[in-house]
């Protein structure tokens, strides 16, 4: 092969590079096509990943100095426009693109980032309504977090001076415009909670350019108002537009005037309902004392001297009627008694020997047994005449049949 | 009154009144002391509403 020019493989691919990279139309290019492979690599930070049509595919990396520039999250499937440079990694003499941006098609990168962080929150429950703190009736201190200059304060200044002037507002001024925006709106919201320590606090912006409401779709700022004691109403889209920070807080409001309406009563509604409840209480004692009026009224309309009359009649006649009763249980068990003695004393008199004898004027026994007819004795046996005065001891000498009348 | 009730705590006593003299189960005397506690309580509301007027405090966050 002497006389040919012999090239290392270093040398080909670093003509191959230089070849393109000096060809002016191969940088800052814009690419359209389909997001396939991605790999955000955890440790550097770079993004690899893949676009293709339905005819070709390309590997692309985009360096971390670039990537962490990406508002939102770029995903298998998605379809965007990358601006970026061709060039050659030249270890595996691959041509790729070296993107510095990418950009969704058809939808703003913003509003892309704006759906994705709002998914992300919800999925994490930040949204979530049983999170939302209740906000105060009657707060005596509202935070206010907003430009110290702007309409939205006014608007809020007036409609709480007409609602609810009993409140004072702490205000934390923050600007409404540039770089630091986000930062300034944590810190007021953490200030507000921490220090301040108001009843409810008021996050609120005026009407503005769009670039002014992305500062309140702030990841940082949305996971601090989560975290809030304190219950916050958002005032930051408008009617159509929502924000992140509308979504997050415990309230969204409209507008900064809707906002200081939710956070106050109506101070006038509430002047008439404690008017009304002074009129109720009063009507309620008059009507109660009206009742025990007409009790006492009752009473009164019984003349005093019948009263007391048939008051003393009722009882004299009870304490008669128990009397009564009184005398003839005690007569009864007088009577009871002497009646029962009475008889007790005839019983015991009449079984005494001695009158009986008397009654019956002898009593013979036949051995020391009373006989009561001529036929339990016979003749020879020996039988005691027995006579109250005396006894005469006997022989039967003869017994006759049959009776006689006495 | 011991300690001056904030708005919020004297409208809650006064609701607690008037369920207590709604209940019906209380003496006469009792409902006049109630009423007379709740009048009280009310005028301090008006007395805080009337005097009322909106303050604004400016606080920096640096």
Same mark, same amino acid.
């Given at each position: ?12 691919? $670093?003509?191959? @590079? ?31 990943? $893949? ?9 692309? %990396? ?52 704006? !759906? ?8 994490? /429950?930040?949204?979530? *309504?049983? +999170?939302?703190?209740?906000?105060? @009736? ?68 005026? /009407? ?8 309140? +779709?702030?990841?940082?700022?949305? #996971? *601090? ?9 958002? *005032? ?9 920070? =509308? ?13 200081? !309406? ?30 025990? *009026? ?7 309309? %019984? ?6 009359? $048939? ?13 009564? @009763?009184? =005398? ?11 009646? #029962? ?47 109250? =005065? ?12 049959? /009776?006689? =009348?006495? | 009154?011991?300690?001056?009730? +904030? ?19 209380? $003496? ?35």
């Amino acid at each position: 092969m002497a006389g040919f020019n012999i090239l290392t493989v270093t040398q080909i691919t $670093s003509y191959l @590079k230089s070849y393109i990279d000096e060809n002016k139309k191969l940088s800052g290019i814009y690419i359209k096509g389909e997001i396939t492979d991605f790999k955000a690599n955890f440790y550097s930070g770079h993004f690899y990943f $893949s676009l293709k049509d339905a005819g070709a595919e390309i590997n692309c %990396v985009m360096f971390r100095s670039y990537a962490e520039r990406i508002r939102f999250m770029p995903e298998n499937g998605m379809s965007v426009i990358v601006r970026c440079d061709l060039s050659v990694y030249q270890k595996a003499c691959s041509c790729q693109l070296y993107v510095y941006d990418i950009q969704p098609e058809g939808i703003g990168s913003k509003h892309l980032a704006f !759906e994705q962080l709002k998914a992300k929150l919800e999925s994490e /429950g930040l949204f979530d *309504a049983q +999170n939302k703190k209740a906000l105060p @009736k009657y707060p005596e201190k509202i935070g206010v977090v907003t430009s110290g200059s702007g309409a939205a304060l006014q608007d809020i200044i007036n409609v709480l001076t007409r609602r609810w002037p009993v409140a004072e507002i702490m205000l934390t001024p923050v600007s409404v415009q540039g770089e630091d925006v986000p930062a300034q709106l944590l810190r007021a919201i953490q200030k507000q909670d921490n220090e301040i320590r108001p009843d409810v606090i008021i996050i609120g912006r005026g /009407g503005g350019s769009s670039e002014d409401l992305s500062a309140f +779709n702030d990841e940082a700022l949305a #996971r *601090a108002i989560f975290a809030c004691e304190t219950p916050i109403i958002s *005032a930051v889209g408008h009617e159509t537009d929502f924000s992140i920070c =509308d979504f997050v807080a415990d309230m969204r409001a409209p507008t900064p005037s809707a906002a200081a !309406e939710l956070a106050s009563p109506d101070i006038n509604a509430l002047r008439q309902n404690i008017d009304g409840n002074m009129e109720w209480m009063r009507d309620f004692i008059r009507r109660k004392c009206d009742k025990y *009026a007409e009790i006492l009224d009752k009473f009164a309309s %019984v003349k005093s001297e019948s009263f007391t009359d $048939s008051f003393i009649n009722k009882r004299q006649q009870k304490l008669d009627s128990a009397k009564e @009763k009184l =005398d003839y249980i005690g007569k009864n068990i007088v009577l009871n008694k002497e009646i #029962r003695f009475s008889v007790a004393l005839a019983k015991l008199d009449s079984n005494n020997p001695a009158k009986i004898l008397k009654r019956s004027i002898c009593r013979v026994e036949l051995y020391g047994k009373p006989i009561k007819s001529a036929a339990e004795a016979k003749s020879g046996d020996k039988i005691d005449i027995i006579f109250s =005065d005396g006894v005469l001891r006997a022989t039967v000498d003869e017994k006759t049949e049959g /009776g006689f =009348d006495f | 009154m011991k300690k001056e009730l +904030n708005f919020e705590e004297a409208l809650e006593k006064l609701a607690e009144i008037n369920e207590k003299l709604e209940s019906e189960e209380i $003496s006469l005397d009792e409902s006049v002391k109630l009423f007379k506690e709740g009048l009280e309580l009310s005028r301090l509301c008006q007395k805080k509403l009337d005097e009322a007027k909106l303050e604004i405090q400016k606080i920096e966050i640096d």
